[in-house]
């Protein structure tokens, strides 16, 4: 097991230890470590989310107890919590978190710089999901719904991202050019392509020239580096801890967050890292905890937290050799501890522990975000923070007895009772060795008569109380009523659109809560995010511009990653600027009742909001001024331009276009008959007018008599396709 | 935005609504049909000399300024969409360049 501790942390080794015992003694009860959930203490803070868990799924542990002979009967428990929980999460997960960054002085260069931040920080959340193969916001309102609170935990890894890499220098420029294909000339001449060096232009400006050699350019190295670090992804690792392994302190400061937060998680331990025997964490114990500490070329890194001791695999997890590490992770303000604990069988003591990792760190708090979902002003954490399930959990082991009960009786008394009587006259029914001599049975073969002195006689009904049907429902109705509300409403076809407004906004007051809440968490995270991409590497921070590839999402969904382009923000920018993070609180089903309200608004007369806030407002367009533009177009359109259009085009593609009809007739565009003259008119031949002939002169020839016209010049052949029978060029005539 | 810009998106939205339009429209009209097929080759023939009788020959300006003189029934043909075939079903009956075209 490696050891690095920075030098000059503040706290020692056994002060750290001593720390990391207190808080275990708060949360997972004195002398226990956080490890040993095997048998759940609801006075404890960590044993309380775990019973949450084990109603939430149906564990055993948790079956309704009944007395004997009942105790064999079905083991009822309710779905109620796991189906409100999916109901709640998939509204909560509707819409995705957004960041809106700008700055206090707007101006252009402002408000590119905040727009391209809020570009970055969507894409350090998007790229953190999609590596670590986890969704924030499902797993912050499964913890907010069904456990406590929800939590997440970040961290800054500078390591994940390239370092700027050196300058090239090369002999000769690789990459021909297209033209010349390097030989320098074209057509005998010199390329103009490349003009003359042989090289592919784009190559070339990379590189200058210099003591015989080709450097590459400061922005070519630039480039690259961008290019090199949008493609690594960012440098931020986002956890969602399990909350029963949190421990926390707060201090009467009016510093930032948490005074002290701890992490513990069971670690299950690969037998190829328990190879080497027993592990004992002690100052410079080399032993592995996981198979990269071993053999640093395979990259299987240390595991996550293992299923808690009550959990199904638990038993599974740890290898043949059954053992385990808990590793706790001990942050104050300024300062991160890593400590390893071997305590395998759930005891805790400061001689089990080693101190493995240490280091200050940039963040000014503990880098943690408690998103909680019902807060109480009390200092037990315990009954601080409740889930929105906490009601169910409370009645559900009553209403789970109480039908686990029901069931067996009603199984009891499904078939009638029978026994024989006595008719004064009847010998015992008993055999000597004292069994009895005739039995009930089910099958048919086995009928028998009843016995001389006997009569079958059916015993009084015997029926379940209704007292006790009453209270079995009493009590489920008291479990539906504890269970949260999940923004749905109850519509029929005759529902009006505000009925179902009115319901959907009773019924989703818990819901905006929850994402308010969640809001504020993703606010901290972020600002923490633009704190250490602000700050230099001496301090801790990232020391550079962070640069990313910018991703859209298309109509159906489909998130498109833009690789030709990279968008960073300068660090001395990012103080000076303002986030703000947000979650919809519009589900689909609201909008869509919404948009029916927005409809009746807008055919009421006597309704004066305009119609640019009703598109914002009622159908969430944000930028309702295209919209109407977009719609005014389409109306003066097909009112005023259409009809015009059509006539138009109808003249222009069929208006010179002529078919010559069985009588001989031209017939033109509507089948309209005309004369062969107007089709010739409508090419550009004109009758030519002589002196004394009929017909309209041509123009520029003046009728007047006196005046007569000069004779048209005249062609000796027409070019084709005049060149037809029936007609003939006039020789000699201009 | 002002009621300027709004007018200018507007204009702009109408023109490209209107060239889409254009192309769509003109896809409707694709293979028309036409015809003056019912008549036997003589019939048309006969038809045809019908025709250019009627009209007997006149002078007539180009626009390019050439003088030609000819039935304007037979100069119409080559305006009109089935013209030209009834040219050649005319020259086809009757052999005209043929003898040309043997030579």
Known sequence: MAVDIERGMKLTDTQVFALITSLSDRFNGRGQSAASGLNVDTRTFSGRVDWRRQHLFNMPQVDPKLDAPWDQGSKYQSDLPRRIA??????????????????????????????????????????????????????????????????????????????????????????????????????????????????????????????????????????????????????????????????????????AGLATACLSRRVGMLDYCQANGDMVAREGDERPTSVEAQNPDVPIGEEREAPRQWMPSSVNWDGQSNDEITVYEFWTRDEYYEVVSFDHGGGLSADGMGLRKAFSHPYKFPPFAIIPAVVYNVADPILKYEPYLEGVYRIKPFHDRKMALLDVMAEKVALSYY???????????????????????????????????????????????????????????????????????????????????????????????????????????????????????????????????????????????????????????????????????????????????????????????????????????????????????????????????????????????????????????????????????????????????????????????????????????????????????????? | MNDKESIALEIDQVEMIAEQFVVEFGEQFQGEPYGLNSLSNEEHAVWFEQQVAKYPPEAFKTKDGMTIIGSAWVMMLPFTENGELEIRRYERTRGIGKVANDG
């Open chain 1, 419 to 734: 026994y024989w009587k006595n008719i004064a006259s009847g010998q015992p029914l008993l055999r000597e060795d004292g069994s009895v001599m005739v039995e009930f049975s089910r099958d048919s073969a086995a009928a028998n008569i009843a016995p001389p002195g006997y009569e079958l006689v059916k015993a009084e009904d015997v029926t379940i109380h209704p007292a006790f049907v009453d209270s079995v429902k009493n009590t489920g109705e008291e479990l539906r009523e504890a269970a949260p509300p999940t923004g749905q409403a109850e519509v029929t076809a005759t529902t009006q659109p505000f009925a179902i407004k009115l319901q959907q906004e009773q019924s989703s007051i818990v819901l905006r809560s929850a994402l308010r809440r969640q809001v504020g968490g993703y606010q901290l995270w972020a600002e923490s995010v633009a704190h250490c991409l602000a700050l230099p590497v001496g301090d801790g921070g990232y020391g550079g511009t962070l640069w990313v590839h910018p991703s859209t999402v298309d109509s159906e969904g489909r998130r498109i990653t833009d690789r030709s382009k990279t968008i960073g923000v300068d660090p001395k920018v990012i103080p000076t600027l303002t986030i703000n993070t947000n979650i919809s609180g519009t589900s689909q089903a609201e909008q869509t009742t919404k948009i029916q309200i927005g409809i009746q608004l807008m055919g009421d007369p006597n309704i004066t909001i305009p119609r640019k806030k009703l598109l914002q407002d009622y159908f969430g367009i944000e930028r309702p001024e295209d919209t109407i533009a977009e719609y005014n177009a389409q109306v003066t359109f097909d009112t005023k331009i259409r009809p015009g259009l059509v006539d138009r085009e109808l003249a222009k593609r069929f208006g010179g276009i002529f078919i010559v009809a069985p009588d001989g007739q031209p017939v033109g565009f509507g089948g309209k008959s005309v004369t062969p003259q107007d089709v010739l008119a409508q090419n550009g031949i004109t009758p030519v007018v002589q002196p004394g002939m009929a017909g309209s002169p041509p123009p520029g020839m003046s009728p007047t008599p006196g005046a007569p016209p000069p004779p048209p010049p005249m062609a000796m052949a027409p070019s084709a396709p005049m060149q037809v029978p029936g007609s003939m060029p006039v020789p000699g005539m201009q």
């Open chain 1, 86 to 255: 999916v109901e709640m999460t998939s509204r909560l997960t509707e819409n995705p978190v957004t960041f809106d960054v700008s700055s206090p002085k707007e101006n252009s260069k402002s408000s590119a710089a905040g727009d391209d931040f809020a570009t970055v920080l969507a894409e350090i959340w998007r790229d953190v999901q999609q590596r670590l193969q986890i969704n924030i916001q499902e797993a912050v309102s499964m913890g907010q719904i069904a456990e406590c609170f929800g939590l997440i935990h970040w961290r800054m890894d500078a390591d994940l991202v390239p370092s700027v890499g050196e300058a090239e220098e090369l002999d000769e420029l690789p990459g021909d050019c297209a033209m010349c294909e390097g030989t320098k000339k074209a057509a005998g001449k010199r390329c103009t392509e490349c003009g003359g060096s042989g090289t592919d232009k784009a190559t070339a400006k990379r590189y200058k020239a210099g003591g015989g050699k080709y450097s590459e350019t400061d922005d070519s190295l630039q480039n690259r580096t961008k290019q090199a670090r949008a493609l690594a992804g960012t440098p931020f690792y986002v956890e969602l801890p399990d909350v029963a392994g949190f421990m926390w302190s707060t201090d009467r400061s009016a510093r």
